[in-house]
């Protein structure tokens, strides 16, 4: 026992006799290694990239991106962007400009936000938001702090004023954003001049409809198309086969205004656009009042623009600096774009949706049972609140003839409904169109 002790203590000492020269020699070869970095050149850092292609989620026909927020600790926020070139104003959600240390200033309904704005990184690529010295916040409310426009998942637009200083492609059939420096693009398709207002970068494309000239915007941010009043007038009394309606179905139904359960759809048979020709658009009659403003902000004489609804199944190229658009196709299939419920909604700013109206279809109401008023709380058993736009439109699109069990709340107590999908805005068949054309 006690020579098995000796030996352990033995074996002890000679182990801790021998740790000084061990920790010596591992010490030794550690600043050596050090030494031996430190002598080597440093890897260059990787130049910031020209151009960049990054996913694109398609809610509600708009184009929704991930763009990364630089704060002032360093670090970066990521949150959700929407391509505009429609809009020259710069809008933010309340907790977005919180996070850039903007100065917010509030008025009776919305906000403001001023401050350095420096840029937003999109796959990489620095964006410069330098020109840009305020900010528009549309929700005031203190319980949606992250909602920029109701009914979206975006906090923050990329507004024509920043993108005017790039090239971009909108790639609708492979839901894709390209953003570059100028130069750095290839554009692909049949191109076209455009007319670029130097003042917010907002486009116009010359446009022919029934063979008279018109310029209309380029608005890959809209989820539908808008014609000036006088021209959807004269188009819809000269083309009385022209499928139309009243009420802002599907993607019509853009923001839940007052006004939409009133708005004017007309389908055109076919416009040309630039040097592309669109068959099948859907129009919305635009009021004498919102058509100037419209001109007003394009700087030349316009009828209307062209949304996202008209363009999907094209690659969007615009080259800011040279002035010129490019469309090419990727694809021909055309999927049913009001094929839904008749319902017009409005998204809320605590994630909720109102039934404002219900289209007609055949002369009658499409779903008879709804009030203006009642809450939207489902389709099919999926919850709408806290959805997007998109996404309860989604729900509610379908085979003409399907039903959607929607379920609703009115005055605090739940019901049922059984809504059927209907065929709004429906083409006219062919055999129809022939026997018209040959008539004439």
């Not at 400009?97 to 509030?106: F, K, N």
């Not at 029934?210 to 004269?234: E, H, P, R, T, W």
């Not at 009658?364 to 999926?382: C, F, M, R, T, W």
Request: hydrophobic share 40%; glycine share 10%.
């Amino acid at each position: 026992m006690r020579q098995s002790a000796a030996c352990s203590l033995t074996n002890y000492n000679s182990r801790m006799k021998l740790a000084p020269s061990l920790f010596l020699g591992f010490s030794l070869l550690s600043h050596a290694f050090i030494a031996q970095d430190a002598s080597k050149p440093s890897a260059p850092s990787q130049p910031e990239p020209k151009s960049v292609t990054v996913p694109v989620t398609l809610d509600h026909n708009r184009v929704v991106i991930d763009v990364y927020l630089p704060l002032a600790d360093g670090s970066t926020k990521r949150v959700r962007g929407w391509v505009d070139t429609g809009n020259s104003d710069l809008w933010m959600s309340r907790r977005v400009a919180t996070l850039l240390g903007l100065i917010v200033e509030c008025g009776e309904k919305t906000c403001s936000a001023t401050g350095s704005l420096r840029e937003i990184v999109i796959g990489g690529m620095k964006v410069s938001f330098a020109n840009l010295q305020q900010a528009k916040i549309m929700v005031k409310s203190d319980q949606a702090q992250d909602v920029m426009i109701p009914g979206m998942t975006a906090e923050i637009n990329i507004p024509s004023t920043i993108l005017r200083n790039y090239a971009i492609v909108v790639n609708f059939p492979d839901r894709e954003f390209t953003i570059g420096a100028p130069g750095s693009l290839k554009f692909n398709g049949m191109s076209g001049k455009i007319f670029v207002n130097p003042e917010n970068g907002l486009v116009q494309v010359p446009s022919k409809i029934d063979n008279k000239s018109y310029n209309l915007g380029l608005d890959v941010g809209a989820s539908i198309s808008f014609l000036s009043q006088d021209v959807f007038d004269k188009l819809a009394a000269s083309h009385p086969q022209w499928p139309r309606m009243t009420g802002a179905v599907g993607p019509a139904n853009m923001w839940g205004t007052n006004d939409e359960p009133q708005w004017k759809l007309l389908r055109l048979e076919h416009l040309q656009y630039g040097p592309q020709f669109l068959s099948g658009a859907v129009m919305i009659s635009t009021p004498a009042d919102a058509s100037a403003f419209l001109e007003k902000r394009a700087g030349i004489a316009t009828a209307g623009l062209i949304g996202a609804n008209a363009l999907l199944n094209y690659r969007i190229g615009i080259d800011y600096v040279h002035k010129m658009a490019y469309f090419e196709i990727g694809t021909t299939f055309k999927a049913p774009d009001f094929d839904v419920v008749g319902l017009i909604l409005r998204p809320e700013t605590d994630g909720r949706f109102t039934v404002i109206g219900v289209s007609d279809f055949d002369g009658k109401p499409s779903v008879p049972e709804l009030q203006s008023g009642d809450l939207l709380i489902s389709v099919d058993n999926i919850p709408a609140p806290g959805s997007t736009m998109g996404q309860v439109w989604s729900m509610l699109e379908g085979m003409p003839g399907q039903e959607r069990k929607l379920t609703l709340e009115r005055g605090g107590k739940q019901f049922t409904v059984a809504a059927k999908v209907r065929h709004f805005l429906g083409e006219e068949a062919p055999e129809d169109k022939g026997k018209r054309e040959r008539q004439n």
